[in-house]
């Protein structure tokens, strides 16, 4: 079979040059949250119908949309690519492979076969951004920053992707603390590419974690404008910016933005309900009232009570379903149950572990059960990060339970909780609002 290479000497087996090019080009918009991937993905398609990579490719973002009817169209894209993988290389087997268990929702062997991979490719940025897609959602902060430090001496600022994998790596880097470092490879990121939608992102964590909210609402301000062509994570970094509002107790500007931004009636992307449902939540703990926001993100989410694709997007469906039908709060513990009890995948593990605990918590609260609520988060506290996301995301758990501990009375834990939490961020807003009703 013919060989060909790509611009960081990747070697795809293919029968032409154009479809690595637009290979390349699918993988570049992927990890730069543009709208355009299905077209650079048609266009491999149209130069080479049987690029093993590219079938590849389309199944696992399949399972990148994270909802289970895809699941079969990435096993179908898996057999094609099987079909065309006679005299592929081993690092074209091994991302085969890597399809293959993820189709099973075996992710720490996906990630197994990755990590792999990068020992003898470090320039495969297809793997190492997978890995690190994975890894966060697999709670390992570790690895969201240390896997794409493996690679990073394979990589020099000559190379096409080189900011995209410093951005990667500042990421983990402010996941895990440093978050001063994390900023300044972030905006040096930046600033070889202001449309880097991953670096923006790092440096609103950033801002998060340090509570330097109207420094943050002003930052994302002036990226917005590159926004309206990228893809839905614009729908995240709008979250963010909500985020520093809600902080500020400025409510009616993040209602807004909900309304006008984050809001979208046509998507159903995970990461925008769990961006949706996590907002109007940690509206609610500051006792806003959200309107009839939720009957309109029940109507998005009822349907994936069995979906069961990471604990992290379950806890948040979790969210939309309690606040607006009992009834279909306990169909999805009932539904997680039985994950657990069954599933063999990696998912059905964290569920068992934490993920079902998590659940029944966000349900407990709801329904005033805050004895409950203290009980099944105090224990779980440290193992809350087992369902993946981040630091500013698995928040709204440590909000929730420091919420129970009030409404329950249990003003020791609270105050005890908020004074560890105010040694880290002493200028956060809702820790000072809360740890003065917990005075009370
Ligand atoms: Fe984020």
Redesign the pocket.
């Given at each position: 079979m013919p060989r060909y290479w790509n611009e960081v000497g990747l070697e795809f087996t293919t029968s032409n040059e154009a479809a690595v090019r637009a290979f390349d080009q699918s993988i570049r918009s992927y990890a730069t949250f543009r709208r355009d991937i299905g077209e650079h993905l048609k266009a491999t398609f149209a130069a080479d119908p049987n690029m093993v990579m590219a079938h590849v490719l389309k199944g696992y973002f399949f399972h990148y949309m994270g909802m289970r009817p895809l699941i079969a169209k990435a096993e179908k894209c898996l057999a094609d690519a099987e079909a065309a993988s006679i005299g592929c290389s081993p690092r074209e087997r091994n991302h085969i492979e890597a399809l293959r268990v993820w189709c099973k929702g075996d992710y720490r062997a996906a990630i197994d076969i990755w990590e792999r991979t990068l020992l003898e490719y470090p320039r495969d940025f297809l793997a190492l951004k997978l890995a690190n897609y994975l890894h966060f959602y697999i709670g390992d902060s570790a690895n969201v920053r240390d896997s794409v430090a493996r690679v990073l001496r394979a990589w020099d600022h000559a190379m096409p992707g080189y900011a995209l994998v410093r951005s990667l790596y500042a990421f983990g880097l402010q996941e895990n603390g440093a978050l001063a470092e994390a900023e300044s490879i972030a905006r040096a990121s930046l600033e070889t590419d202001p449309l880097d939608g991953w670096a923006v992102?790092t440096l609103?964590?950033v801002m998060e974690a340090q509570d330097r909210h109207e420094e943050g609402i002003a930052f994302l301000s002036g990226c917005e404008a590159h926004w309206d062509s990228g893809n839905n994570f614009r729908y995240?970094?709008w979250?963010?910016r909500a985020l520093f509002h809600v902080d500020l107790q400025q409510y009616d500007a993040a209602l807004e933005l909900y309304d006008q931004r984050l809001w979208d009636a046509k998507s159903d992307e995970y990461l925008d309900l769990c961006n949706d449902a996590s907002l109007l939540l940690r509206l609610e703990l500051a006792d806003v009232n959200v309107g009839d926001r939720w009957p309109a993100l029940f109507e998005k989410v009822k349907s994936r009570v069995d979906d069961h694709i990471f604990c992290f997007v379950d806890a948040h469906m979790m969210m939309a379903l309690a606040a607006q039908d009992p009834a279909a709060a306990d169909s999805m513990l009932a539904s997680l149950r039985d994950q657990a009890m069954r599933g063999h995948n990696t998912t059905a593990a964290v569920t068992r572990e934490i993920g079902y605990a998590v659940c029944q918590a966000i349900a407990a609260h709801r329904i005033g059960d805050f004895a409950s609520v203290v009980k099944l988060l105090t224990s779980n506290r440290y193992r809350i990060r087992a369902i993946g996301g981040?630091n500013?995301?698995r928040d709204i758990f440590f909000q929730l339970l420091v919420d129970a501990a009030v409404r329950n009375k249990q003003y020791a834990l609270a105050q005890a909780l908020l004074s560890e939490y105010m040694a880290r961020r002493p200028h956060n807003g809702w820790a000072a609002r809360i740890h003065h009703r917990a005075e009370i």
């Open positions: 992102h609103a964590h995240h970094l979250w963010h981040s500013t995301q």
